[in-house]
């Protein structure tokens, strides 16, 4: 099996929890003589932004002309995301709630892979057609205050983003989601709540493993 496991967050593990999260499930993974792991740092790759300059490189690659040097650089960090995406079995992501939402470059690895004809499709009345249905996801995520409630959860945008796109638009399962949260809005719970937490991304590694 092909896992890839997706980094996105360059803070070290002992001062955020999703890097802790990333370090516990890359810790179980990596004994496993069954999993073939591939991991993708999304600050440590280069991921330029999308913007005119990709839409200008395949307007110059259709016409057999040569890129730029800064419109070559974007469709090839586009291109591996792609690559790697696509071999993987199962794609892990470890990722922070920041200000509601994703982290700016774990938004760009999906701007990379969003793409009509890679991952999806537009049927003849307008409708979305999953090109990679058979993926499996795993979500870990970690949030320092509660957005668990009724009143909290419309204003949690990162999960929710993650699953509407991944199992919305892709059509993919996603086969574990391990949440961290609360632990900096409950300080005198942080510990146990962290504990208890990564206990649980074991759990969901050793549930991959033996699958």
């Known amino acids: ?17 999703s890097s802790k999260m990333y ?26 932004v999308l913007g005119q300059e990709l839409f200008s490189g395949f307007a110059k690659l259709e016409a057999h002309e040569v890129p730029s040097e800064t419109e070559q650089r974007l469709l090839d960090a ?25 982290p700016a470059k774990l938004q760009t690895f999906i701007d990379y ?7 999806f499709n537009y049927a003849e009345d307008g409708s979305l057609i999953p090109l990679l ?3 499996k ?5 970690a949030r320092g205050g509660v957005y668990s409630t009724p009143e909290t959860a419309p204003m949690e945008m990162a999960v929710n ?12 399962e996603i086969i574990e989601e391990v949440i961290i949260e609360g632990h900096n809005a409950q300080p005198d719970q942080a510990e146990k709540i962290i504990s208890q937490g990564l206990a ?4 969901a590694a050793k549930r991959l493993i033996n699958s």
């Open 133 to 135: 249905p058979e993926k």
């Open 1 to 17: 099996m092909n896992l890839l496991v997706i980094k996105a967050n360059n803070r070290p593990s002992d001062q955020a929890i």
């Open 23 to 48: 370090d516990t499930f890359i810790e179980e993974v990596s004994k496993a003589s069954n999993l073939n792991v591939k991991t993708y740092d999304v600050f440590a790759e280069d991921t330029p």
């Open 137 to 141: 996801i795993i979500l870990l995520n």
């Open 200 to 203: 649980e991304v074991k759990e």
């Open 113 to 119: 892979i969003f793409s009509a004809g890679f991952t």
């Open 161 to 172: 983003y993650m699953k509407t796109t991944f199992a919305g638009v892709f059509g993919m």
């Open 78 to 102: 586009k291109q591996k995301a792609m690559d790697l995406f696509s071999e993987a079995d199962v794609i892990a992501f470890a990722f922070p709630l920041w200000n509601l939402t994703i």
